[in-house]
Structures are given as C-alpha cells and as structure tokens.
C-alpha cells in the first residue's frame, strides 16, 4: 500500500504543539502605535520594533502617499530590468549621508540583504566566523554562502580570537558576522574589539545594525557610530521595518563594496524593486532621525524610566519562580524564562492585563523569555502599567 508523503507535515505539527513551540499570528485591528487593538481590545503594545514611533507618523504617511500616487503601487520589476526609480537612489544617499559611508544599496528586506550580502561576498574557499546569537538571517546567509562556518561564542572575543588563530590560514578569504544589538538579548557587541581582531587576522566585518540604526549613537547612525567607529572599514546592514517604520533593507559601506554587490549580489539583482511607498517612507524616516534628536532622548529616558519602576516594584514583590532579566544596552529588554509553557503563561497574563509583549520561545532563542521593546511614543503611564503587571505576574 502506498504512504502518504505528507503525512510527516501532521506528525512534526503534533511534536511542535507538546513541545510548546507552536506559533500562530495575532492580528493587530488599529494603527501602529504605543495603544494597539488586539482581538478587540485596547492593549499597551510593548512587542513592536517601532523604537522611535514612526510608523504611523504623518509625514511618513504622506510621503508614501505621494509616491504611490506618482510611481504607482510597486516597482514591477527588478531594479536593473524595470524597478529603478530616482527615489531609489535618493534614499541610498541618505543611508550613505546617516552611515557616513561612501555610498549604500537598498534591498527589499533586512533578509535579503544578509543573505544576498554574504553569499556575495564569500564562498566554498572561504572561512565564516559568526557569533552564535545572530540573527536567522546571518546564519541562513553564511550557510547560503557555501562557506566553512564556525560559531563562536556570545560577544566572546577571546573565543574567536582563538578560533582565528587555529583556522584562519587554512581559507582564501574570512568574514566575521555579528549583529551589532542582538534583538532577542537586547546587548551590543564588542565591536571596537572585533574590529580590532578583524585587522589582525585580515578578515572582512559585516555588523547588522537591524535594532541600532536611528536608535543608537549621537545622529542615530547605530551601534557603529556609538562606538566610535564611523569610517573604519567594515560592512554595515541593516533595515528600514524597524525604528524607520518602513520597510527593507540596505548595506552601507565603501563605494566599491557597493558596485560589486550591485553587479553580483543574486537576492539585489533578482528581486524587484523596493516599492515607491515604502521607499519614500524610509526617506521621510531618515530625515526626521536626522532633524529630530528628541525623539531618541525621549526613547532613551523611557528606557531609563522603565529599568528604575521595575527595579522598584521587583523589591516589594516576592517572585515565585525564576524571572531572570538578561543584560541590555538598548530598547529591548528581555527576562529569562525557565521554559516554553512557562513563558507562554506570562504572555497570557500580561494580556489579561493590558500588556502585549512577546513570549519568545526554542527554537528562536535557546532559553524562553519575555521579550519587552520599549518606545520614544510609550507615556509614564504606559510603563507604569507594564512595571506593575510584571510584579504581578511574578507572584
């Protein structure tokens, strides 16, 4: 008797439910914004990537008006058939001009930029070392890439060092990966070190600033700038969708990094065009990161005010299990859990209580954990409201 070959799917989707791993969406009913409607109710948004509050600003809102209504709905092709629009190129400069970089490149998405990136840029002679929490799309990148791949441990230097040292004159060429904010930790990277190993062992750096850029640094550049390293050569990623309330992604680098990949780089050349609503969108984005230095202050003060009535109210209320906050330097802030049934209960009471935060679960990270993205547009009430259902949720 035949097998059915699909019957594997329903068996794999029964051992992803009892492991507690299963994901559905949950669809938000309203704008974008620190008040959101989820399943008919009005709850404080604390799982969204919109540091600055940008994404329901007018200005963006209007821009990508106006650009659908000159250029149309989409690019219709790939930027090098039929998908070019001036807007395109205005939007690289800009990214160029925020980076300090000689030039950039925009891509349909933070993913494809990754993956188009470093499969460019290394190869099957080639070595990858990469740190062990990056993001999907740097590891799907690297093994894309045909490269010998090697991890190494968390934001550890010596590690890496090491693994250079043993490894690094075996291969043609070597890349170091690393996120520059790491989004489900909410900690930085050693960047000044690995820029630091990167010269001693002549290895290319590529940093995706995904959650640093318009968030980190004096102009909002990113974690590069933050550290000190504007104009040292190295590769930066990164993507609108975030605190630039838009959508794609972009490398930043020198202006022959930039031609190369724009002749060879297979997720660029082969995808179309980033949408002229969206591309004006990131371009209104970047100008008011620019213009409005206030809205990052404000977003850092939040960040500060939330750490302080959490460390408040966590002294007054006992914990009755283990809500371990990991170490951040940014926006995110994320409590270890110690498993996925457990953090997926928090989720729900946190809901109960108003509080939309994300429960991040295995295989995403390797220990669950509450994740909490604090806003420049959050109010001393929002988070208020979020340190005091915490405590709550604790005992």
């Known amino acids: 008797m035949a ?39 009005e709850v404080l948004n604390f799982a969204s ?43 690289e400069l800009a990214i160029a001009a925020l980076k300090q970089t000689e030039d950039a490149l925009v891509f349909s998405s ?22 062990q929490y990056n993001h999907s799309s740097l590891k799907n990148g690297a093994i894309l890439s045909g490269a010998t791949v090697v991890d190494y441990a968390h934001c550890d230097v010596a590690d890496l060092s090491t693994k250079l040292t043993q490894q690094r004159d075996r291969y043609r060429r070597c890349l170091i990966l690393t996120d520059s904010v790491f989004s489900m930790d909410g900690d930085l990277c050693p960047l000044p070190e690995l820029l630091a190993i990167a010269t001693e062992f002549e290895a290319m750096l590529l940093v995706d600033e995904a959650h640093a850029t318009g968030v980190m640094g004096a102009t909002g550049a990113g ?111 994320c409590f270890q859990v110690p498993d996925a049934a457990t953090v997926l209960q928090i989720g729900q009471k946190l809901k109960q209580a108003g509080i939309f935060a994300s429960a991040i679960r295995p295989p995403t990270v390797p220990t669950s954990r509450v994740r909490i993205t604090v806003m420049a547009t959050h109010t001393s009430a929002h988070l208020q409201q979020l340190a005091a259902a915490l405590s709550q949720v604790t005992t």
């Open 223 to 333: 974690c590069v700038e933050h550290f000190g390293c504007t104009g040292h050569p190295l590769i930066q990623i990164g993507t609108l969708s975030k605190a630039l309330g838009s959508l794609g992604g972009y490398v930043a680098g020198s202006a022959t990094l930039i031609d190369f990949l724009r002749n060879r780089a297979p997720t660029w050349i082969y995808t179309t065009g980033l949408s002229p609503a969206d591309t004006a969108a990131a371009s209104a984005a970047i100008a008011i990161v620019q213009q409005e230095p206030q809205r990052r202050a404000q977003l850092w003060q939040n960040v500060a005010h939330l750490q302080q009535l959490i460390a408040e109210s966590w002294s007054d209320a006992p914990i009755a299990f283990e809500l371990k906050p990991l170490p951040s330097a940014s926006p995110i802030l």
């Open 49 to 91: 990537n919109d540091y600055l509050g940008l994404t329901s600003d007018d200005r963006l809102i209007q821009a990508a008006i106006a650009a659908t209504q000159k250029f149309g709905t989409g690019s219709t092709g790939s930027r090098l058939i039929t998908g070019h629009r001036e807007l395109h190129r205005q939007l």
């Open 110 to 131: 933070g993913y494809l930029a990754n993956l188009g990136a470093i499969a460019t840029l290394v190869g099957k002679r080639d070595l990858i070392l990469s740190d």
């Open 3 to 41: 097998t059915n070959p699909y019957a594997w799917l329903k068996q794999s989707l029964e051992t992803i439910h009892r492991a507690d791993w299963y994901r559905s969406v949950q669809t938000i009913e309203s704008q974008a914004g620190p008040v959101v409607r989820l399943a008919g109710r």
